[in-house]
């Protein structure tokens, strides 16, 4: 019914002439808006979050210490409920006990070992630090552009096509972190991660770009970026948007409403305690259960959640891609979130 009514509100625009129609855009814009949200996230890789007692040492084959010292840094600044996640033990003498960890073997090293060497910090994991690289490289490229030569009056007749050189600036920061659980010996966590950051200039700009180590630090943000996230809960802003139309009981669309203003102001208790109550009046509008499934999203209980995004998917007439791409995200969510908790 919803889509069926936006179809003759745009014809009904199309026969009244153009103001009509911008009245009716306005009204339909007025049915849903977007807004930034904070999102409570599980880690991307929940085995790992759950040791949280950990040093952090290199593999051989890394000569650069400052890489270890950084991920140290980055475990130790991750802060969730306001409380240090992880405990970062300091390795007195680490490095004069090579034999005790990092033992290369190629580009593998020996678990057993290096559990040992936790076991004997006392931690109850250990991450060893490889494959670490960064570097600058240019890249050469060309855009076209056009100049004037010929007018007539005021306007442009005649333009002649030309090339300028440009260079793309592109920065990479990337290292394996491996992450070796005492008490199983084994790897729990290891993936590769890379941050990139590039600039591009035309000759004919009066732009410049940023120095080799600024672009190499915006690839070094990126990469511990993915790391947290990967290690550790997390938020992230995300754009969501809010439905307001197609709710018909008129008590339920003023609390929709009402809701609608308090969320505009990110006071999102007061919002979504008004489309609850807007629930009990009309059971089945979409976008009160889609909005009632956002809160849910939004507080971090995603398993009901889920269940007010697919209530939603099944009382819309036609399939609607916000509902979809929120149910899926919030079923992800709640996969990383159970293996967390596990």
Same mark, same amino acid.
């Given at each position: 019914m919803l889509y069926r009514s936006i179809f003759i509100m745009l014809m009904v625009g199309v026969l009244s002439g153009c103001a009509a129609m911008d009245s009716m855009v306005a009204k339909l814009q007025g049915m849903m808006f977007s807004t930034e949200v904070s999102m409570a996230n599980p880690p991307n890789h929940p085995e790992a979050s759950k040791v949280t007692r950990v040093a952090v040492i290199k593999g051989n084959n890394v000569s650069d210490k400052s890489i270890r010292n950084s991920v140290e840094a980055l475990l130790s600044s991750i802060h969730v409920n306001n409380k240090p996640y992880f405990t970062v033990l300091e390795k007195n003498n680490a490095d004069q006990v090579a034999g005790l960890h990092a033992i290369e073997k190629g580009a593998e090293f020996d678990e057993a070992?290096?559990?040992?060497?936790?076991?004997?910090?006392?931690?109850?994991?250990?991450?060893?630090?490889?494959?670490? =690289?960064?570097?600058?490289?240019?890249?050469?490229?060309?855009?076209?552009?056009?100049?004037?030569?010929?007018?007539?009056?005021?306007?442009?007749?005649?333009?002649?096509?030309? #090339?300028?050189?440009?260079?793309?600036? =592109?920065?990479?920061?990337?290292?394996?972190?491996?992450?070796? #659980?005492?008490?199983?010996?084994?790897?729990?966590?290891?993936?590769?991660?890379?941050?990139?950051?590039?600039?591009?200039?035309?000759?004919?700009?009066?732009?410049?770009?940023?120095?080799?180590?600024?672009?190499?630090?915006?690839? #070094?943000?990126?990469?511990?970026?993915?790391?947290?996230?990967?290690?550790?809960?997390?938020?992230?802003?995300?754009?969501?948007?809010?439905?307001?139309?197609?709710?018909?009981?008129?008590?339920? #669309?003023?609390?929709?409403?009402?809701?609608?203003?308090?969320?505009?102001?990110?006071?999102?208790?007061?919002?979504?305690?008004?489309?609850?109550?807007?629930?009990?009046?009309?059971?089945?509008?979409?976008?009160?259960?889609y909005n009632q499934g956002l809160c849910r999203e939004l507080s971090g209980d995603f398993r009901n959640a889920i269940q007010f995004y697919t209530q939603a998917e099944e009382f819309s007439p036609k399939p609607d891609f916000r509902i979809s791409e929120r149910l899926n995200a919030s079923q992800s969510k709640l996969s990383r979130a159970e293996a967390y908790l596990d």
């Open positions: 070992a290096v559990a040992r060497f936790g076991k004997r910090l006392g931690s109850d994991g250990v991450y060893v630090v490889t494959g670490f =690289s960064s570097g600058v490289v240019d890249q050469k490229f060309s855009e076209n552009r056009s100049k004037c030569v010929a007018k007539e009056g005021k306007k442009c007749v005649k333009y002649n096509p030309y #090339k300028v050189a440009c260079t793309k600036r =592109s920065a990479h920061y990337s290292f394996t972190p491996k992450l070796v #659980k005492v008490e199983s010996m084994s790897i729990v966590y290891g993936r590769n991660i890379r941050g990139t950051n590039e600039s591009s200039v035309c000759a004919d700009s009066d732009k410049a770009h940023p120095t080799r180590n600024s672009l190499i630090n915006g690839a #070094k943000i990126s990469a511990f970026d993915s790391l947290s996230k990967d290690v550790a809960p997390y938020n992230s802003v995300e754009k969501v948007i809010i439905k307001t139309g197609g709710v018909l009981h008129d008590d339920a #669309k003023e609390l929709v409403k009402a809701g609608e203003s308090f969320a505009k102001k990110s006071r999102w208790t007061r919002a979504c305690n008004n489309w609850d109550e807007a629930a009990g009046l009309e059971s089945n509008s979409v976008a009160i259960l």
